[in-house]
Every structure is written in structure tokens, then in C-alpha cells.
Nanobody, 124 residues
């Protein structure tokens, strides 16, 4: 059974930073791309960042480009999302996500496995 477990969410002031982690199990981690999505109350789940199986290719939503950085450590079966210069509009539940393949994807309907989510709240 594939398991994705997020951690690192919390409350932070605008301009601050957080690092989210997603620990995975149940399959060969390095065989799959990974990503992060987020969902605010009353809004659709939206793409944040994605990384290929090797870590050599990354994609970012325009809203976070230059502020967030996705990375992965295949020796630890873990993907990270470093979030800097946080804004109140970044407030959402952040979900770790895995498609069924090595190529990074940006569409929620192409995700096969989801974590339970971790809350990020940015205060002004």
C-alpha cells in the first residue's frame, strides 16, 4: 500500500518560511515523479510544484515561482517543499502527490496517490 505522509505545516507570519516534508512508502520512490498541490477553503485544489523522478526537472505554479523550491532525496524516500517569502494567500492545506510515472505532472486529475494534507497558515 502506497503511503504519503506530510509534515512541517504550521502558522507563520507573512514574509516567513516553512519547509514541508513528505515521507513515502509502499513503492520504489525513485521510480516516480512527485509534487505538491494546495487547497484553500471554497477553492479547487491547485498545482504548486512538481519534480521528476530523478530530480532534474521541476515545475512551479506562477504564483509561487521564485519563492518556493521543490526537492527530493531518493535515499530517504522524501520530497520537500521549501516555502520562502510566504504571503497570506498561500494559506491552504498542502498535499503531497504522486502520479503513476516518472514524468512530473501539473494536473490534479493525473495524480494517483495523495497524502492527507498539512495545514499552512500565513498571518499578516
Amino acid at each position: 500500500q502506497v503511503q504519503l505522509v506530510e509534515s512541517g505545516g504550521g502558522l507563520v507570519q507573512a514574509g516567513g518560511s516553512l519547509r514541508l516534508s513528505c515521507a513515502t512508502s509502499g513503492r520504489t520512490f525513485s521510480d516516480y515523479a512527485m509534487g505538491w498541490f494546495r487547497q484553500a477553503p471554497g477553492k479547487e485544489r491547485e498545482f504548486v510544484a512538481a519534480i521528476s523522478w530523478s530530480g532534474s526537472i521541476t515545475y512551479y505554479a506562477d504564483s509561487v515561482k521564485g519563492r518556493f523550491a521543490i526537492s527530493r532525496d531518493n535515499t530517504k524516500n522524501t520530497v520537500y517543499l521549501q516555502m520562502n517569502s510566504l504571503k497570506p494567500e498561500d494559506t491552504a492545506v498542502y498535499y503531497c502527490a504522486a502520479p503513476n510515472g516518472r514524468r512530473a505532472v501539473v494536473a490534479a486529475n493525473e495524480i494517483e496517490y495523495w497524502g492527507q494534507g498539512t495545514q499552512v497558515t500565513v498571518s499578516s
